[in-house]
Each structure stands twice: as structure tokens, then as C-alpha cells.
């Protein structure tokens, strides 16, 4: 498979790389910044430079052609801006969507969040951050021509990863390593029966490829 991945120089868009091309996948990765492009090439991923806050729908698309698959891992990061919140947390989630749609790409990814809710409620920028994200959850999977699966870990560590998690409708509130966010999500791309669910991901105990499996067939 082609996968694309928004946000390629993100902490988990880099641990999926490895993953993914390790896989014998071919993988490439948007990222603002060419200098970012060396650390995509040693995660073994193409580096594609495209700015998905101002691109144009065609751009995007452009992107994102001939790819089998589309993982939109980009966010705005700690201390953004309510402001980039929207348009980086949502608005460009929603036009690699809309792009993947015009190039073809049925199968899409979104790393979402905990909580993630479009009607979230609270003037903090965390809270904005929740609506953001809520507000991309819904519209991608509402989206004609995506077969999406939406991810939403709990609260993101450095741990080394277990290989070990709990990712179910509803988990409740705990933490999980960036390494087992990165490994769900390798099987997810390769998981299309879990099209159209939104699933949440924290540690446990059933091994990654289980629980993916074990997700499919709830759907």
C-alpha cells in the first residue's frame, strides 16, 4: 500500500513511518518544514512539503495521488493558538479529507483525542482543542467516499511501548505510549472493517493486532 500521513514529523507520525515501512508499505510524509525532510528519509518515508493551513484543495489532492490510504495525524501542538486550533486541528483535517476524496483515497485515519467533542463546553484552550477535534471527528466520518476510522488516545507518553492496550467505544480516562498509538494505527490502516468507528485507546492488556481485530468485528 501507498500511505500518506498529514503531520509526517509529528512524534507518532515518525514511530508510524518506521512501522509502516518496516512493513515493506510505501510511506510518505507532509511536513511543513524541508528541513524536517531528513528525519522522515532515515523513518524510511517519503518527505512531501505542503503547508495544509493554506494549501489549496488541489494540492492537497495532488498529494495525496495514487495513495491506498490517508492518516491525518497533524495538531497545532502545545501552546498554539485557539485560532490555530481551528484551523489546524480541524480545518486542515477537514481538507485532507475533502483531498483525499477528490484523489480517490477511501481509506482514512484520524488521530483524534480523548474527549474529543464538537460541543465541548469551556473557554480554555484545551477546550477549544476538543471542539476542534470533535468538529473534525464528525465531519470526516460523515464524509461520502471515506471509509474512516477515528482513533482517540488517552493521554500521550514516552514510555516504551508495551504492545499491550485497551481500544474500545469507551475506555475511560487513562494514559498509553506514543510507541502503542503508533502500532494501533499501523493495524488500523490495514484494518478496513473498522470503517466508521470511533474508537478510544489507553494501556491494557490485550496485544494491539487482538484489539484491532477484536474492534473490526463491532462494527
Known amino acids: 500500500m501507498r500511505i500518506v500521513i498529514a503531520g ?8 508510524l513511518e518506521r512501522l509502516l515501512a518496516a512493513r515493506e508499505h510505501e510511506v510518505a510524509g507532509i511536513i511543513r518544514k524541508p528541513e524536517q525532510a531528513p528525519d522522515l528519509r532515515e523513518a524510511g518515508a ?7 493551513e493554506t494549501a489549496s484543495p488541489e494540492e492537497a489532492a495532488a ?15 502545545p501552546g498554539s493558538t485557539t485560532e490555530r486550533k481551528d484551523t ?8 485532507f479529507a475533502d483531498a483525499a476524496v477528490r484523489a480517490g483515497v477511501r481509506r482514512y485515519v484520524i488521530v483524534s483525542s480523548l474527549g474529543a467533542d464538537p460541543h465541548h463546553e469551556g473557554d480554555e484552550i484545551f477546550d477549544h482543542y476538543l471542539r476542534a477535534k470533535g468538529a ?11 471509509d474512516t476510522t477515528v482513533l482517540r488516545p488517552g493521554m500521550l507518553t514516552n514510555d516504551a511501548g508495551t504492545g499491550l492496550v485497551n481500544l474500545a467505544a469507551s475506555t475511560g480516562r487513562g494514559p498509553v ?17 473498522t470503517a466508521g468507528l470511533t474508537l478510544e485507546l489507553i494501556s491494557g492488556a490485550v496485544p494491539v493486532a487482538d484489539a484491532v481485530s477484536n474492534a473490526a468485528s463491532t462494527a
Open 8 to 15: 509526517g514529523h509529528g512524534q507518532i507520525a515518525l514511530r
Open 46 to 52: 517519503e518527505a512531501v512539503v505542503l503547508d495544509l
Open 63 to 77: 498529494a495525496l495521488e495514487g495513495a491506498d490510504a490517508a492518516v491525518f495525524a497533524a495538531g497545532a501542538g
Open 88 to 95: 489546524v486541528d480541524r480545518g486542515a483535517a477537514v481538507l
Open 136 to 146: 473534525a471527528d464528525a465531519y470526516v466520518l460523515a464524509k461520502q467516499g471515506l
Open 177 to 193: 505510549p506514543r510507541d502503542d498509538v503508533a502500532a494501533t494505527l499501523a493495524e488500523l490502516v490495514e484494518s478496513p472493517a
